[in-house]
């Protein structure tokens, strides 16, 4: 996929000249996962933390405002326990919400945020109840601020948009290599086109956070 394949290859030692040339942070810089783009862990002498974020080439500015309006959303929630469970943005030290690095020969688009501590979902083994139970409450509260949040960048063809999985389902299934597998695919397709596809016009959509 284009995307996949512009995706930014800063060094750790360039992410961390970024942040002092941008945003006046002398930190070590630390790579963490990510798919699309390139995000760095900062880390101060004071044990203070941020996140370095670098855009994918192929990612148009006005996609990037539209996160970062949302996260200007999260940061004026109400709710202030809420508001502290998502990160915050900062700006470059001339007042930009989005600044530009150049890195081998490219033009990078690169934002700081807060680093929230914690651990991904994924590797806590033993998921409570309580665990579970708070982490749909939030993801429900999320949505609640996102109802009537409706920026135009976001309506894009996009792979990990369920509402698009049918035509993501039907461009990619010949990659299947397993023939049974790929035939179960097809059929289970098919079987979404006649019976759900037809009910999605009636059933609410918005604009979700589903990292």
Known sequence: MPALEQAPQLTAASAAAAALELYGVKATATALPSERDQNFKLSLPDGAAYVLKVANLHEANPLLDAENSAMQLFASCPDTALAAKFPKLFRTLSGQAIGQFKSNGA????????????????????????????????????DVVLADFKPAAIQRKFVWDLA????????????????????????????????????LAALPQQAIHAT
Not at 108 to 128: C, D, E, M, Y
Not at 165 to 194: K, M
């Open 107 to 142: 033009n990078h688009s690169v934002r700081l945020i807060s680093f929230l501590p914690g651990v991904p979902l994924a590797t806590v083994k033993r998921q409570s109840a309580e665990l579970l139970q708070d982490l749909g409450a939030t993801a429900a509260a999320l």
């Open 164 to 199: 698009g999985a049918a035509g993501i389902v039907n461009e990619h299934a010949g990659l299947v290599r397993d023939t049974a597998l790929q035939t179960l695919v097809r059929q289970l397709h098919a079987n979404y086109l006649e019976h759900a596809q037809p009910l």
